[in-house]
């Protein structure tokens, strides 16, 4: 009897083992939500810091390894859904494949998780919906976002979420099939419901509501990994509208990119003004925040002086970010740091704003 129970005891010890390696071999829980706290799964409070793979569909496999050298522990990954994008084949809605997704993007999405995941960079998902979230960006302009969302004419405040209960219920089940088919992934950090929501004729409640829809029913399928959402079209000056004291596994999030020579978001003290915002919430809500998408436009910084400023606002102040963005910008005075693209359809156009990234990198580390 002692001998079989000492057996049982080390067969148990060695089971325990062998499950703490198999998480720290690429198992390693979730992300969690502790007070003003994102926390590792060994329950440390985690600063993450990296980047956006923001165009679809552009990462390439290679990234994921380059983006840990640089220091990311992050990346944010996107799925495009019902929206006019700049771009061939880029919406993935498609009303008859099962979740409603395009089978050939999710097979993307499924490459750039694997991908990111097995280099232990935790992964953003989120989906994106610019007919979804507005109905009516770049209408002014060009009409091209109101025409392809509302091609009848059937919806004067923008034909979205708020506006379209179908719609809606769409977007959901979409989420419940995503959510359902990523909760076991490893290093799955957060799921991120809907970016930049809301326009003029969208109040703060009823984002709020939606964002409530939206997680309870991820919540059904994939409990345990926390949200991160924002306020009306992601100014953080609207990030309080969209709080909510029962939420417990949420982190709140506002846009800081920097327009240095014009528009409406110029200079450092725009964002150390932004950040305020987002920084009170933290301090009398406890909860955690992060930066989902930051950014400098690098030909109205020639210097990185901004950039510099900009990131060091956030680190000093324990916020963390995915830069926007690292593949896909169109020349090197725009965002991001590889720009350029692919020729001929292969990957070997792409060329790297150096002094960006280095001043990204060292930022990451700090």
């Excluded at 709020?208 to 990994?225: D, K």
């Excluded at 060329?351 to 990198?361: C, E, F």
Aim: charged share 20%; proline share 6%; hydrophobic share 35%.
């Amino acid at each position: 009897m002692l001998l079989r129970a000492c057996i049982v005891l080390a067969a148990s010890v060695i089971a325990l083992l062998s499950a703490d390696l198999a998480r720290a071999q690429g198992n390693p829980g979730h992300l969690s939500v502790r007070g003003g706290d994102i926390v590792d799964p060994s329950g440390r409070p985690i600063l993450l810091r990296g980047w956006n793979w923001g165009h679809f569909g552009k990462a390439i496999e290679q990234d994921a390894a380059d983006n840990v050298a640089q220091g990311a522990n992050v990346v944010r990954l996107p799925i495009r859904w019902w929206g006019f994008y700049q771009g061939e084949d880029i919406d993935s809605r498609n009303d008859n494949a099962p979740g409603g997704i395009d089978p050939r993007h999710l097979q993307i999405v499924d490459d750039n998780i694997r991908w990111a995941t097995r280099q232990h960079l935790w992964v953003i998902l989120f989906i994106d919906s610019n007919c979804g979230q507005n109905g009516l960006q770049n209408g002014k302009a060009l009409n091209r976002m109101v025409s392809y969302c509302d091609p009848q004419g059937k919806y004067p405040t923008g034909h979205n979420f708020w506006s379209d209960p179908d719609a809606k219920a769409r977007f959901i089940n979409l989420w419940k099939f995503i959510a359902a088919r990523y909760k076991d992934t490893p290093y799955i950090g957060m799921f991120e419901p809907l970016p930049e929501p809301g326009n003029e004729n969208v109040s703060g409640p009823q984002i709020q509501q939606f964002y409530g829809e939206v997680m309870a029913a991820i919540r059904s399928v994939a409990p345990g990994i926390p949200f991160l959402i924002g306020g009306n079209r992601y100014r953080a000056q609207q990030v309080r509208s969209v709080y909510n004291p029962q939420w417990k596994d949420v982190v709140y999030t506002g846009n800081m990119f920097l327009h240095e020579n014009g528009g409406k978001e110029s200079g450092i003290g725009s964002i150390k003004e932004r950040a305020q915002y987002l920084l009170e919430l933290r301090a009398k809500a406890n909860v955690p925040l992060f930066v989902q998408q930051v950014g400098v436009k690098n030909g109205e910084d020639p210097d990185q002086s901004q950039l510099r400023q900009l990131l060091g606002v956030l680190n000093d102040n324990r916020i963390g970010y995915a830069y926007w963005e690292y593949r896909g910008a169109k020349s090197p005075d725009s965002y991001g740091v590889l720009y350029g693209g692919s020729k001929n359809g292969k990957h070997d156009n792409w060329q790297v704003n150096r002094p960006v990234m280095d001043a990204i990198s060292q930022a990451f580390r700090r």
